[in-house]
């Protein structure tokens, strides 16, 4: 995994620099001017702060180094202490614990001229120590409340460590499972996403940065990054402007009304134009249209490869490029310390351009008032206080537990009895207590997770005899262990066989051009299904996968993705019926991987597929439809859904249309269902998605109970951007859509007026975007 690669280099960091860190830091040793009151206005302070820079201390402010070498990526010199003595560095990405920092900072605070504070980043993804589960997973509860909660432990206990600044959230909608960083944002569904990613934001940042529990939040990448050709990550992206504003744009702007402090640039192109380059996307869409005042930080040596896309011939022009373009923090390249002084000086980058980059460092750094205290970390027994508590595996095992999604339950195989004579549990996967904390685990350890074995052991009855046999994993082709799976299946009254991916799979510069089955898993799976025991599958995965073979050939599948350190707990609670599974899916599964991309909210076609004309767009050796829809999901109950009613059935825009629905649990336990609102607009000037989600609501429901969920249609609900690019909503007949998953719902028709039959503008502010 190559963020912990990364980051175990860093720990060297203090000893490696040669640096003492018995010295016990002073926290008041920051010479440059300190605001003391609410009178010092951040402009004016930041203001001050700049004029005494030299054109190097400014460049050096937006140079961000890595802790030490790179291990895996391109780029990424050492630094010493002399660059943060010069001024030359502005913050650290993967420099962690309170003696490195502490080190790092002294020496800025009180060697270098300007007593700039650093900044230190990591990339927080889903938990520091208490590893929740991994993004695309969560997004399955369904639970933006549980989303932010797990933000806001992992901040606590990141910024303890020193750590003032994460890249995360991920909020890239992915529609090719191919791409293995599907993992680390929401799905596919822009709605969704959107409300995810605000969450997400809450979390790390809490009200206000200045809390030393909270943590800048950085939304990245922008943009269309989850939209690489063929699911080749750092692919070029083709996406057309609409595409790209009614899809991929909607959770950026989110996270930007939930004020978000920064924002990455993504590698890819779009359209001709690299991001870190497009000036389109970082300065008039983020800037102008939604007044964005964080900053620009670029991804990964992102600067440095504008060469490779071939945008500019040497250092000096891209430099230039993103400078311009709208990139305020280099991350790794060191383009911009060693080329902005010199573009500055001879005319090339605008004096103003670079001030404000500078400008938007520093106000970050104001912000998390490291002015007043550099020295953002706690002491080691504040640090242990807050790592791993109960509390957050607590929370950790709730929102693990909404995020696990029942695919197929046939006979009511699932729930387990726990008091099952004897019970095999087979596959790598199920034994892995590293595995289950998934990709981006930042400081996550294996002894701390659970595994399915552990988890399953630690809630059957005394009496069940659990056999646990490896058979296969993902990984290799090794099928010697495949015997003795099957003596152990045979010999068993269950089976839980546990499949799916190694977290390195589901990953950056993961992809995978086969979504099968990876390593001897299908060869296990089918020599145990041919045992004629009773099979249930447990699936760890990171991304879709394409299961059309299971499907058929075994009656239970439990989705539990990579739940963080309380996987195993998590996973035998729903496996034995402590928790009824009520989470859904926000990526539709393809039968097969030729499937894809295949997504929920595309568009009809002249030639929408059909079963009796063979000149429909399908293909003629699979189905059209997916293997398990979007928003689908069982649980160990029924629910019933009376036919929705509406408030009117036709709506001006001013107004809204309310939906009610009654949902009854059907069923003899508790258990939650997430009810989903879509709309259609039936017919649009443009071609609009077959059907596009406009509302959810996630709710317990106890045996023989009915609630009444509502939903407000309004006018946003409706819009889209048009021909021209104007975000507005048109008159006519749409379809609302109610139910339990995409598939499943029931259909009402309405329609929208406008006083002079015109479509109405619905510009894209704060309000009308979620
Ligand atoms: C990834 C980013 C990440 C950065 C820093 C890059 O390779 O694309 O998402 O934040 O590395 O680790």
Redesign the pocket.
Known sequence: M??HA?IAFTLLGAAAFGCSTSQPASTTTAAAPVPTSGDVTERRFVDSVLAGMTLEEKAGQLNQLTGLGAPT?PGGAPAGFQQIRRGEVGSF??VVGRDTVIALQKIAVEQSRTHIPLLFAL?VIHGFRTIFPVPLAESNSWDPAAAERSARAAAAEAAVQGISWT?AP?VDIARDPRWGRIV?GAGEDPYLGAIIAAARVRGFQGTNLRDPTTIAA?V??FAAYGAAEGGRDYNIADVPERTLRDVYLPPFQAAVCAGVATL?AA?NEVDGVPAHADRKLLTDILRGEWHFDGAVVS??TGIGELLNHGVGADSGTVGRLAMNAGVDID?VSEIYRKQLPSLVRTGRVDRQTLDEAVRRMLRLKYRLGLFQNPYRVGTTAQARAVALTTENRTAAREVARESIVLLKNDRNTLPLSKNVRRLAVIGALAADSGAVLGNWSAFGRAEDGVSVLTGIKRLVSPRTRVVYERGAGPMNDDTTGIAKAVRAARDADAVVLVVGESPTQSA?AESRAIIELSGAQQRLAQAIVATRKPVVVVLMNGRPLALQWLNDNVPAILETWFLGVEHGNATADVLFGDYNPGGKLTTSFPRVTGQVPIYYNHRNTGRPPAADNKYTSKYNDVPWTPLYPFGHGLSYTTFRYGTPRLSATTMRPGDSIRVDVNVTNEGKVAGDEVVQLYVRDDVGSVTRPVQELRGFRRLRLTPGETRTVSFAIGVQDLAFYNADLARVAEPGTFTAFVGGSSANTIKLPFRMETANGQAVAVPGTCESVR
């Open positions: 190559r963020a990364r990526g990405l993967n990339d890249f991920m680390e950085t990245k990448h990455m590698f991804d990964w991350m950056e």
